[in-house]
């Protein structure tokens, strides 16, 4: 029976939409503990200073794997090693891994030696925090992870080119359970330290979860010096998508950085609400770019109109989809954040400034989905350096507009009206929304950049994402509408003094509005929507009739 059911977990999936929604289902499990994991972190520490701590030692690993461990990422491995005979493979995988072991691991130690130049070069803020020893050693065991999850890519290759989905799933739910074992378990002991101990603990058992895939394969993999010819080809193919990961990181470490210089915990709520969002992000925009790839790949060349077909029936799901949440989640932020995070130390004042910030950040769901998308189209095109560019033109833009945001014109200004609209204008820290703003605004400017680089690619690429934005919006407006009807009865029957209380209320809200934009996607008769319907359908009975690569191997997230 056990066999069975791990047969059937592990069947291979064909068609673009079956494949994204059962990569949303098994994304589904892990955001939900990543979200245990943040609850975990708002009850324990609140949003403060030590939060705080915790959240800026990452940005530096986390850019330090953008730029080095994605050198030898399952993105770029997958097609070489697809075509290639098991003792090929082996080879490339051994000296892939050693070059990310001595490479990275090089690069790590001499960031983990002058860790305390560095990051209170970057915080200069946290220079005389009452917890400065024990950051800087949690940075320098954070070190430790963009090599344990650069070679989790490495082998991941691997997991993805024997389609084991069930064990790609298992990993960052792994991962999570480490970081939330290091909160609970070792930081009393150990404090900041212990929880990069759950860290570290739970990079390695995301690389172990590989491991069956490798021996599956019957792959022997051995230390191996990394040859020039072998390994050149990689890096040389590798380079322009480690730098548009680096710019990402780069800016996420900017926002970080500026965010450190306003009111203790404010960078606890940007990250937090940041991480809200990425829930949505990975269930649409994620599911669908990755389940998109290897069709955009295949017809990049040979079939451009069926490249055109793909890319933009993707992307019209990732807007449609996308706005009806935007709809659901401005009216349900405040419920959704209190049952999430509000627990514990984590105060009301941190839990509606929480909420803005989710507001702003869902703002532009839908344009950070589709460049997720339109990036990979381009490197299936094979222009690889584009992404980066357009990359590097939105982190400037973002930077510049974060900056004048900051400004005391700004403060004066623009900042009080948008922490009113709001309603966190009584909020102290409220000028951290400035922040979220400028990040979503470089993410519409960047996706609005990409969609235009691509019209001539795809003619009409542009038109045909207009009719899902008017009717996602109309779907969005009136699923609003009818959760915040829904919620202002409830709340005059059953007050929202207990989180049981704000779960049901909110829950039911969120139900009537998604029962609401279905019946309005149904009256304008929505292609997509009646697309998903037909998908749902076609996974529950297998009935699986057109062939599809497996979906593309993906870098490890980073939660």
Same mark, same amino acid.
């Given at each position: 029976?056990?066999?069975?059911?791990?047969?059937?977990?592990?069947?291979?999936?064909?068609?673009?939409?079956?494949?994204?929604?059962?990569?949303?289902?098994?994304?589904?499990?892990?955001?939900?503990?990543?979200?245990?994991?943040?609850?975990?972190?708002?009850?324990?520490?609140?949003?403060?200073?030590?939060?705080?701590?915790?959240?800026?030692?990452?940005?530096?690993?986390?850019?330090?794997?953008?730029?080095?461990?994605?050198?030898?990422?399952?993105?770029?491995?997958?097609?070489?090693?697809?075509?290639?005979?098991?003792?090929?493979?082996?080879?490339?995988?051994?000296?892939?891994?050693?070059? !990310?072991?001595?490479?990275?691991? !090089?690069?790590?130690?001499?960031?983990?030696?002058?860790?305390?130049?560095?990051?209170?070069?970057?915080?200069?803020?946290?220079?005389?925090?009452?917890? /400065?020893? &024990?950051?800087?050693?949690?940075?320098?065991?954070?070190?430790?992870?963009?090599?344990?999850?650069?070679?989790?890519?490495?082998?991941?290759?691997?997991?993805?080119?024997? /389609?084991?989905?069930?064990?790609?799933?298992?990993?960052?739910?792994?991962?999570?359970?480490?970081?939330?074992?290091?909160?609970?378990?070792?930081?009393?002991?150990?404090?900041?330290?212990?929880?990069?101990?759950?860290?570290?603990?739970?990079?390695?058992?995301?690389?172990?979860?590989?491991?069956?895939?490798?021996?599956?394969?019957?792959?022997?993999?051995?230390?191996?010096?990394?040859?020039?010819?072998?390994?050149?080809?990689?890096?040389?193919?590798?380079?322009?998508?480690?730098?548009?990961?680096?710019?990402?990181?780069?800016?996420?470490?900017?926002?970080?950085?500026?965010?450190?210089?306003?009111?203790?915990?404010?960078?606890?709520?940007?990250?937090?609400?940041?991480?809200?969002?990425?829930?949505?992000?990975?269930?649409?925009?994620?599911?669908?770019?990755?389940?998109?790839?290897?069709?955009?790949?295949?017809?990049?060349?040979?079939?451009?109109?069926?490249?055109?077909?793909?890319?933009?029936?993707?992307? /019209?799901?990732?807007?449609?989809?996308?706005?009806?949440?935007?709809?659901?989640?401005?009216?349900?932020?405040?419920?959704?954040?209190?049952?999430?995070?509000?627990? &514990?130390?984590?105060?009301?004042?941190?839990?509606?400034?929480?909420?803005?910030?989710?507001?702003?950040?869902?703002?532009?769901?839908?344009?950070?989905?589709?460049?997720?998308?339109?990036?990979?189209?381009?490197?299936?095109?094979?222009?690889?350096?584009?992404?980066?560019?357009?990359?590097?033109?939105?982190?400037?833009?973002?930077?510049?507009?974060?900056?004048?945001?900051?400004?005391?014109?700004?403060?004066?200004?623009?900042?009080?009206?948008?922490?009113?609209?709001?309603?966190?204008?009584?909020?102290?820290?409220?000028?951290?929304?400035?922040?979220?703003?400028?990040?979503?605004?470089?993410?519409?400017?960047?996706?609005?950049?990409?969609?235009?680089?691509?019209?001539?690619?795809?003619?009409?690429?542009?038109?045909?994402?207009?009719?899902?934005?008017?009717?996602?919006?109309?779907?969005?407006?009136?699923?609003?509408?009818?959760?915040?009807?829904?919620?202002?009865?409830?709340?005059?029957?059953?007050?929202?003094?207990?989180?049981?209380?704000?779960?049901?209320?909110?829950?039911?809200?969120?139900?009537?509005?998604?029962?609401?934009?279905?019946?309005?996607?149904?009256?304008?008769?929505?292609?997509?929507?009646?697309?998903?319907?037909?998908?749902?359908?076609?996974?529950?009975?297998?009935?699986?009739?057109?062939?599809?690569?497996?979906?593309?191997?993906?870098?490890?997230?980073?939660?």
């Amino acid at each position: 029976m056990v066999g069975q059911l791990l047969r059937r977990i592990t069947a291979p999936v064909r068609g673009v939409h079956q494949a994204a929604y059962l990569l949303a289902a098994l994304t589904l499990a892990s955001q939900l503990l990543a979200l245990l994991r943040d609850r975990t972190f708002a009850h324990v520490f609140g949003a403060g200073h030590t939060l705080d701590l915790y959240y800026a030692a990452f940005k530096v690993p986390d850019l330090v794997f953008a730029l080095v461990s994605s050198l030898v990422s399952a993105y770029i491995l997958i097609p070489r090693i697809t075509s290639a005979s098991r003792e090929e493979t082996g080879a490339l995988l051994s000296q892939s891994l050693s070059f !990310l072991v001595i490479g990275g691991g !090089l690069i790590c130690l001499v960031l983990a030696i002058f860790a305390p130049t560095l990051l209170f070069a970057i915080y200069p803020e946290f220079a005389h925090a009452p917890h /400065r020893a &024990g950051f800087v050693l949690l940075a320098r065991i954070l070190l430790v992870q963009p090599l344990l999850l650069g070679a989790s890519g490495v082998l991941g290759s691997v997991t993805q080119v024997e /389609r084991q989905f069930f064990l790609f799933a298992l990993a960052p739910v792994l991962y999570n359970l480490g970081i939330i074992f290091g909160t609970v378990a070792l930081y009393p002991r150990y404090g900041l330290p212990g929880i990069g101990y759950g860290v570290a603990g739970g990079a390695v058992l995301y690389l172990a979860t590989n491991i069956p895939a490798v021996m599956r394969a019957r792959l022997k993999l051995r230390p191996a010096w990394p040859k020039l010819a072998a390994m050149l080809p990689i890096v040389k193919d590798s380079v322009p998508r480690s730098l548009a990961l680096g710019m990402d990181s780069f800016t996420l470490l900017f926002l970080t950085a500026l965010a450190a210089k306003l009111s203790s915990g404010s960078v606890s709520v940007f990250t937090l609400a940041g991480n809200l969002e990425n829930v949505p992000l990975s269930l649409i925009g994620g599911s669908y770019a990755v389940a998109a790839f290897p069709s955009l790949s295949k017809h990049a060349f040979s079939d451009r109109e069926e490249f055109g077909r793909v890319l933009s029936s993707s992307a /019209r799901h990732i807007i449609l989809w996308s706005m009806v949440l935007l709809g659901l989640v401005i009216v349900l932020r405040a419920y959704l954040v209190r049952v999430i995070l509000g627990s &514990g130390a984590f105060g009301w004042s941190a839990t509606r400034l929480t909420a803005a910030l989710l507001a702003l950040f869902v703002a532009g769901l839908a344009a950070q989905g589709l460049v997720l998308l339109f990036s990979r189209a381009l490197y299936a095109m094979k222009q690889s350096w584009r992404p980066f560019l357009y990359q590097l033109g939105a982190a400037l833009f973002t930077a510049a507009i974060a900056l004048f945001f900051l400004t005391p014109l700004s403060r004066a200004t623009f900042a009080p009206w948008l922490a009113h609209v709001l309603k966190v204008g009584d909020t102290t820290g409220a000028l951290v929304l400035m922040l979220a703003f400028a990040a979503t605004l470089g993410e519409i400017f960047l996706a609005s950049w990409a969609t235009f680089a691509l019209r001539k690619a795809v003619p009409g690429l542009a038109t045909s994402l207009i009719r899902p934005l008017v009717q996602g919006t109309l779907a969005a407006v009136t699923a609003g509408a009818a959760a915040y009807g829904v919620l202002a009865l409830l709340g005059g029957v059953a007050p929202l003094d207990t989180v049981r209380t704000v779960f049901m209320n909110g829950l039911i809200g969120g139900v009537v509005g998604l029962m609401v934009a279905a019946l309005v996607l149904w009256l304008v008769h929505n292609a997509e929507f009646f697309d998903i319907v037909a998908a749902i359908r076609r996974l529950a009975t297998r009935r699986m009739r057109t062939d599809m690569l497996a979906p593309s191997g993906e870098e490890p997230v980073q939660f």
